[in-house]
């Protein structure tokens, strides 16, 4: 099957949610315009794939595998762009930073980067990439057996008794899978190597300094950035954000979910709820959190045959994971509902639609290189079930998983990098949107990320449900004060804001 250029990207998006020493570097100066003018100059070609705007261009940036033996191998990059559309009115380049980890920017500049308002268009080229080991780049790949790449072992939820031993074992077997066949670049994966590849994208287009539109993982990238580089970003947006914790990273981003979980569920029960809602699940609001409850715990005893899925059964897990997936945005409320009802009846709904193959091993492999590579997780089954057995006490909906066992409790390398502490010294030039409502990244988290910037940033909390905020699931006041801090290069509310 061969997919074009966007479909491609929207498989990655899609599949990423499967998941989510360091040198000084924050006194960097910046560079001087001949410096600027002498970087090297790339060769744009016509992008491969259909369904792209005639205008979006590609390229390669050539970066070291291995930051730290910069004479040797190197990996290849590939970037994105679509000019400004007045050129008068240019401020620099504005990069889209995806998602994941294991999300794809590449064909955003055609995608949701139409959706920015026309004076930000006209103030920079648009730029995406293919973050390292994500094809076009440089490609990794663990090799995983096919049912290790369902999302509910992907993101791995404890057995109905709350047992982590399953999880343990297929832990080890992933992480010996990619081992194997992963090769030397799967260990340098990391946000850190991701933030370096950014500066020499910004140097190879030529810019003293990087505007950046950071969403969900790309918040933690283009905090990392503007903490290793502060003098070469301009403008930040850092929309739908994670915890900066330095001691858990990714860890912590996953038990985000039993917040996240709970902070929007209720917005999906009054949904489910509402007279005339042909997808009504149920008579009242109050009613729909028990009936979820009940039908995954009868899933667990006796689950459905789901001839297509992965795995081929509907069971209480994949029932938890789609309630997860689904609460991500309000217009994925129907696949929960439907599968609710059909359950309740016995049946299943035809199986979902699944990316191809390669496409599904490259981001997995380089999702779990990141989330592992980035810190030392815990290796100990003990831990993690003394973890599962509070959490499915205190968040039902969740059973577990936020604190459960993934590959990184058996990942066979060691962090490549220190995990970077995100501070307050640098440039006030961050701006952070974030939905009250958010599954994957709760406002919980995000305003840990504001209290660790400090008066670089300044945070637009809007009252709105789902992941992604600007120009996708936030509001009008939401979307228009990001805008105007992009198009006037500066101008953002003086303090922190709510727009309800």
Request: proline share 9%.
């Amino acid at each position: 099957m061969k997919l074009t250029s966007n479909a491609r990207a929207s498989w990655i998006a899609t599949s990423a949610v499967l998941l989510g020493v360091v040198a000084p570097l924050t006194t960097s100066a910046p560079v001087s315009a001949a410096a600027a003018a002498a970087a090297p100059s790339l060769k744009w070609t016509k992008c491969e794939g259909s369904g792209l705007d005639p205008w979006q261009q590609c390229a390669s940036v050539e970066v070291p595998m291995d930051y730290a033996d910069p004479g040797g191998r190197k990996i290849d990059v590939a970037i994105s762009r679509i000019p400004s559309e007045k050129p008068a009115a240019r401020r620099g380049a504005l990069l889209m930073i995806p998602g994941g980890p294991g999300g794809s920017s590449l064909a955003d500049p055609s995608g949701k980067g139409q959706k920015l308002p026309q004076d930000v268009r006209d103030a920079y080229d648009l730029i995406g990439f293919a973050p390292r080991g994500l094809a076009p780049s440089t490609s990794v790949s663990c090799g995983l057996d096919h049912a290790d790449l369902a999302t509910s072992k992907l993101r791995p939820w404890p057995a109905p008794d709350g047992s982590v031993t399953e999880n343990m074992t297929t832990a080890r077997r992933m992480a010996d899978a990619c081992a194997r066949n992963g090769g030397e670049l799967l260990r340098h994966i990391s946000t850190v190597d991701e933030a370096r590849d950014i500066d020499r994208i910004r140097a190879a287009l030529g810019e003293r300094r990087l505007s950046a539109w950071g969403v969900s993982y790309g918040t933690y990238v283009g905090a990392v950035y503007s903490q290793l580089f502060p003098h070469r970003t301009d403008r930040i947006v850092l929309d739908s954000n994670d915890n900066p914790d330095p001691d858990r990273v990714a860890r912590a981003w996953l038990a985000g979910h039993e917040t996240g979980v709970e902070d929007t569920f209720p917005e999906f029960a009054k949904w489910a709820s509402a007279p005339g809602n042909p997808d009504r699940v149920a008579r009242s609001a109050a009613e729909v959190r028990p009936l979820f409850l009940r039908l995954a715990a009868r899933l667990d005893r006796a689950p459905i045959p789901w001839p297509g899925a992965n795995p081929e059964e509907l069971n209480g897990n994949v029932l938890r994971q789609t309630m997860l997936d689904s609460l991500y945005s309000p217009s994925r409320f129907p696949t929960l509902a439907k599968l609710m009802v059909a359950a309740g009846n016995g049946t299943v709904p035809p199986a979902p639609a699944a990316p191809p193959e390669p496409v599904l091993q490259n981001v997995a492999a380089v999702g779990a290189a990141t989330l592992c590579n980035d810190v030392a997780w815990p290796t100990s089954a003990t831990e993690y079930r003394k973890e599962v057995t509070e959490s499915r006490k205190k968040y039902p909906l969740t059973a577990g998983m936020p604190r459960n066992a993934m590959v990184c409790a058996a990942w066979p390398y060691p962090p490549g990098h220190a995990p970077v502490r995100i501070t307050d010294r640098g440039p006030s030039d961050i701006l952070l949107v974030q939905n009250e409502r958010d599954v994957a990244t709760p406002l919980s988290g995000a305003l840990k990320l504001r209290r660790a910037l400090g008066a670089r940033a300044v945070i637009v909390t809007v009252d709105s449900t789902g992941h992604d905020s600007y120009l996708a699931n936030g509001n009008a006041c939401g979307d228009r004060t990001v805008s105007r801090f992009l198009a006037t290069g500066g101008q953002r509310p003086d303090g922190d804001t709510y727009c309800g």
